[in-house]
Antibody, heavy 125, light 108 residues
C-alpha cells in the first residue's frame, strides 16, 4: 500500500523558514518523480514544486521566485521542501504527492497519482 | 504565468448533466487532467489525457477537449458527485504545471 506521510508544518513568523518532510513507503521511491502541492484555507490547489526520481531535475512554480527548494534522499525514501522568506500568503495545507511521468511522441507529462494527507503551515506573527 | 480558467461554481439537480469547462492557451497542444476533491479529502484523479477515465471511476464521468477548452461531463450527476473539480495541465514549455481555480459542484 502506498503511503505518503508529511511532517514539519507549524506556525512560523513572516520572514522565517521551515522544512517540510514526506516519508514514502509502498513503492519504489527512486523510480518516481515527486511533488508538493498546496492549498490555502478555503482556496484551490496550487502546484508548488517537483523533482525527478533521481533528484537531478527540479521544477518550481514561477510564483515562488526562488524562495523554496525541493530535494530528496532516495536512501531514506524522503522528500523535502525547504521554505524561506515565508509570507502570510504561504499559509496552506502542503500535500506531498507522487508525480508520475510519461512521454508521448510529442510531449512529456506529469500527473499526481498518490497523495498524502498534508501538513499545515501557518505564517503569522 | 500560465493560467487555466474554470467557472467557480455550478449547481445541478440529481440526474442532470453537469459540464465543467477549463480554458487555457496551451490546451490545443497539451493534455488536460481532472481531479475531484471531496470535503476534507485529498484530491483524486478522475480523467487523464483529456478523455480517459481512470479505472474504477463511474462511466457517467467523461472528458473531452476542443481547441483551447477542456470539458469534464458528469452525465446523470449523483449526490455523491458533489465536490470541487480541478483541471490540471502544463504550459507550452512543459515546465510549469498549473491547476485551474476549481469548480464547486453542488448536486441537490
Amino acid at each position: 500500500e502506498v503511503q505518503l506521510l508529511e511532517s514539519g508544518g507549524g506556525l512560523v513568523q513572516p520572514g522565517g523558514s521551515l522544512r517540510l518532510s514526506c516519508e514514502a513507503s509502498g513503492f519504489t521511491f527512486s523510480s518516481y518523480a515527486m511533488s508538493w502541492v498546496r492549498q490555502a484555507p478555503g482556496k484551490g490547489l496550487e502546484w508548488v514544486s517537483g523533482i525527478s526520481g533521481s533528484g537531478d531535475t527540479t521544477y518550481y512554480a514561477d510564483s515562488l521566485k526562488g524562495r523554496f527548494t525541493i530535494s530528496r534522499d532516495n536512501s531514506k525514501n524522503m522528500l523535502y521542501l525547504q521554505m524561506s522568506s515565508l509570507r502570510a500568503d504561504d499559509t496552506a495545507l502542503y500535500y506531498c504527492a507522487s508525480w508520475k511521468k510519461y512521454c508521448t511522441s510529442i510531449n512529456c507529462y506529469f500527473y499526481f497519482d498518490y497523495w498524502g494527507q498534508g501538513t499545515l503551515v501557518t505564517v503569522s506573527s | 504565468s500560465y493560467e487555466l480558467t474554470q467557472p467557480p461554481s455550478m449547481s445541478v439537480s440529481p440526474g442532470q448533466t453537469a459540464r465543467i469547462t477549463c480554458s487555457g492557451d496551451a490546451l490545443p497542444k497539451k493534455y488536460a487532467y481532472w481531479y475531484q476533491q471531496k470535503s476534507g479529502q485529498a484530491p483524486a484523479l478522475v480523467i487523464y489525457e483529456d478523455s480517459k477515465r481512470l479505472s474504477g471511476i463511474p462511466e457517467r464521468f467523461s472528458g473531452s477537449s476542443s481547441g483551447a477548452v477542456a470539458t469534464l461531463t458528469i452525465s446523470g450527476a449523483q449526490v455523491e458527485d458533489e465536490a470541487d473539480y480541478y483541471c490540471y495541465s502544463t504550459d507550452r514549455s512543459g515546465n510549469q504545471w498549473v491547476f485551474g481555480g476549481g469548480t464547486k459542484l453542488t448536486v441537490l
